[in-house]
Nanobody, 124 residues
Framework: QLQASGGGSVQSGESVRLSCSGS????????IGWFRRAPGKEREWVST????????HYADSVKGRFTISEDIAKNTYYLQMNSLKPEDMAVYYC???????????????????WGQGTLVTVSS
């Protein structure tokens, strides 16, 4: 199971770090992705890190501001979000995908395991 946490309310320009922890599964064996859903909008892919943390990918909208990382010892992944904008406000979800079958890292259907969302509110 996955559990996302760390959301909260911040001002525009501030930072938040989200965490995604795993229980009953070694997250380092999976591709870990972050997605978000803003009010009234479709779910949007944000970032993915490959199994073993070899490569990272970011949506253009967050590139240069967000960083995905891992702490293998804690079986936890992070999404560091800097320079937050009001348009970043959303419920953020972490998800895990099988490294042997995933082909499109930005597609939600590739991810088999999902955590509950954590809300990030950004006020201007």
């Amino acid at each position: 199971q996955l559990q996302a946490s760390g959301g909260g309310s911040v001002q525009s320009g501030e930072s938040v770090r989200l965490s995604c922890s795993g229980s009953g599964m070694n997250l380092d064996d999976y591709y870990i992705g972050w997605f978000r859903r803003a009010p009234g909008k479709e779910r949007e892919w944000v970032s993915t890190i490959s199994a073993r943390g070899d490569t990272t990918h970011y949506a253009d909208s967050v590139k240069g501001r967000f960083t995905i990382s891992e702490d293998i010892a804690k079986n936890t992944y992070y999404l560091q979000m800097n320079s937050l904008k009001p348009e970043d406000m959303a419920v953020y979800y972490c998800a895990a995908a099988n490294p042997w079958t995933i082909t499109l890292t930005h597609e939600a259907y590739e991810y088999e395991y999902w955590g509950q969302g954590t809300l990030v509110t950004v006020s201007s």
